[in-house]
């Protein structure tokens, strides 16, 4: 059966323009492989940055838990020098 008999040439032609601008419409919206791709990008330069920022948190606590405990322990290692000589007494004590 022929299209433009049913419908009329006019008719057929809007309905071509329709289709037509449809598919445009289609080819305009992003290719889905491609979004996957820059989604797969922007977690990745996701993951970088929260690594980096982990990695000097990490870097900026070891070093603060080195500096806290090189105070303590060096006014440790004082008291227990400061005991032991007033234990010596002028005695030499067993190391």
């Known amino acids: 059966m ?9 008719a057929v ?15 305009r ?12 990008a922007s ?3 996701h993951n970088a940055r929260r690594d980096e920022e982990m990695r000097a948190a ?5 070093q603060g838990q080195a500096a806290r405990l090189r105070t303590v322990l060096e006014a440790l290692i004082a008291s227990h020098e400061a005991q ?6 002028g005695k030499q004590c067993k190391q």
């Open 29 to 40: 919206r992003p290719d889905p492989d491609e979004q996957e791709e820059l989604w797969k």
């Open 13 to 27: 032609d809007e309905e071509l323009d329709r289709l037509i601008a449809k598919r445009a419409s289609q080819d």
């Open 43 to 45: 977690v990745a330069r």
């Open 84 to 89: 032991a000589a007033k234990l010596e007494d």
């Open 58 to 62: 990490w870097c900026e606590h070891h």
């Open 2 to 10: 022929d299209v433009a008999h049913k419908w009329g040439a006019e």
